[in-house]
């Protein structure tokens, strides 16, 4: 090779770099964009409440149940450092969404070379489904970056039989373990390659990995197989259909926020990209057979697992495997030798994508895109309007859990004192109506105190000093009915009680009574 073509391959090779730089500052702009002004969600509330509120045998609890205990480690000392605001708990999550972007793009780069690897890099930087959870304080992301890791180490290996990645992949998959239990699923899905594709060289370094990440699983297996029990018996999941996997592809590939039309003119695309990088990159078909098994196996698991024992098939789950999707779509696209052709199909890309991410950031949101994805209404004027007008000797009693981790963030966001919010703060229910699951959620200590009506004049619950009592009632999506239980509950008050007040904030229904034992 002589010294031009030296220097033009590094000339090559700074460009790309510099590109994935812009692509990175790129993804991280738009996820800064607007990242504290929303309030906080019910589950982004709830593990704020965690770390704040709960006793310590219920921190021990609530760390391992309904999922491992890392992402909120990881919280409590990002709070520590960062601080508590909407802005600096959802931060977190952007840090982990870009490194993700920087892994697709070393993933990418195994699979086609540089230029598969920074369009597969800019896929992600533009994901909406991929923003939304990036602005969203929960754990999914850091789930994504951690196994997006453990492939990169275990492509690495198979491809390339370095077998110093695999203390990079057991650390990684340890790690993802720990963060969510999806983890797993990817974990065997990858022993299924193996069986096929594993050089027999690596054979120990293989059984040594597995066998650390399973003793690594220990602790904490009797409470994952506790959750499956659980599953089992009561959950709020919907029973998948087949249409489910395809909404599930066109929410990887545009996010929650579009029209289903574009989602299946965008899925039919990306697929048809898919399958002609998988034609004519014949050097990379077992490369990708081992990416379509990393997708394909996961759906399928978690899909019969919803058929045949309990519904758990929710597309945030799977977020992890949409960068080996985009490297997909990314390999096609490049193989496209027509340039025009080429610049056609991804400037309409980058338009379809465009309004998806402005319909996220306007709100826009099709009822039926969606399962496990709200909006994040506001609750902070509501807690307000609460606050300013509490008085010694009132009573807050939710009527189901669905506001209640908010209302104690924006209490404490407002300097009201910790354990007056405990002292106060309750779950009323009649007992035919609460639903199962929160019935038996709260029951065992996740959450305030269970009561029904009739034990706000207890003594021995040392609730007569309550001289008025606020009846607090939502669904988890404003727009929706009130649960069974809200609506009971409201009509024994009214029957039962004076009622003095009656507010509905942002579908947030506000209920004062003077109490019914006075």
């Known amino acids: 090779m002589n010294l031009m073509s030296k220097i033009e391959i590094g ?18 702009l738009i996820r800064v964009y607007k990242l504290g002004i929303h309030d906080l969600w019910h589950d982004e509330a709830v593990s704020y409440m965690l770390i704040k509120f709960f006793s310590l045998n219920q921190k021990l609890y609530m760390l391992t149940s309904p999922h491992p205990p890392l992402y909120q480690v990881f919280l409590a000392a990002w709070m520590y450092l960062v601080g508590e605001t909407e802005y600096a708990l959802r931060l977190m999550s952007v840090i982990f969404g870009l ?62 039989n370095k077998s110093p990645h695999f203390k990079y992949f057991t650390i990684f998959s340890i790690l993802s373990v720990y963060t969510h239990y999806f983890s797993l699923i990817v ?18 370094g293989w059984f040594y990995s597995y066998a650390i990440i399973f003793i690594s699983f220990l602790p904490i297996l009797p409470i994952f197989l506790s959750q499956l029990k659980d599953r089992g018996t009561f959950f709020w ?46 050097a990379e078909r077992m490369v990708t057979s081992i990416f379509w098994t990393l997708i394909l196996l996961p759906i399928a698991s978690v899909f019969f697992v919803s058929k045949l024992y309990a519904p758990v098939y929710i597309d945030k789950y799977l977020l992890s495997i949409a960068p080996l999707y985009y490297i997909l779509i990314a390999g096609g696209l490049i193989t496209i030798k027509n340039i025009i052709v080429r610049r056609a199909i991804f400037s309409f890309m980058c338009i379809i994508i465009f309004f998806a991410i402005r319909n996220y950031f306007s709100g826009y949101l099709p ?12 609750v902070e004027p509501a807690v307000h309007y609460v606050n300013e007008n509490l008085k010694e000797g009132d009573v807050i009693a939710h009527t189901n859990n669905c506001a209640s981790p908010q209302f104690f963030y924006y209490f404490v966001k407002n300097k009201m ?6 002292k106060i703060s309750r779950i009323v229910y009649i007992p035919d109506h609460l639903r199962t699951w929160y019935r038996e959620k709260l029951s065992t200590g996740q959450g305030l105190p269970l009561l029904s009506p009739l034990d706000l004049s207890r003594k021995d619950l040392n609730l007569s000093i309550f001289k008025r009592i606020w009846i607090i009632s939502s669904a988890m999506n404003r727009s929706a009915e009130l649960w069974p239980n809200s609506i009971a509950v409201r009509k024994f008050m009214h029957e039962k009680c004076k009622l003095i007040d009656s507010k509905n904030i942002n579908g947030i229904y506000i209920d004062l009574y003077a109490s019914c034992y006075n």
Not at 12 to 27: A, E, P, Q
Not at 107 to 123: D, E, I, Q, S, W
Not at 264 to 269: A, F, G, Q, T, W
Not at 367 to 378: I, L, Q, S
Request: charged content about 15%.
């Open 99 to 160: 490194i993700s972007i920087a892994l697709t793009y070393k993933l990418g780069n195994l699979y086609g070379g540089k230029k598969t690897g920074v369009a597969g890099a800019f896929l992600m930087a533009v994901s909406p489904m991929h923003i939304w959870y990036s602005q969203e304080a929960r754990a999914y992301v850091m789930l994504s970056t951690l196994i997006l890791a453990s492939m990169c180490a275990f492509l690495e290996l198979l491809i390339k």
């Open 237 to 282: 999941i919907p029973v998948p259909t087949p249409y489910s996997i395809f909404t599930t592809f066109a929410n990887i590939t545009l996010g929650y926020n579009m029209d289903k039309f574009s989602g299946i003119i965008m899925v039919c695309l990306c697929l048809y990209l898919c399958i002609l990088g998988l034609v004519r990159l014949k």
């Open 11 to 28: 000339d090559s090779n700074r460009n790309k770099n510099l590109l994935l730089v812009f692509i990175i500052g790129l993804g991280f």
């Open 367 to 378: 009822a039926d895109n969606y399962v496990a994805a709200n909006r994040k209404e506001p």
């Open 417 to 422: 004192d910790i354990n007056k919010i405990r």
């Open 187 to 204: 974990l065997l899905s990858g022993i299924i390659i193996l069986i096929f594709k594993m050089p027999r060289s690596l054979l120990r």
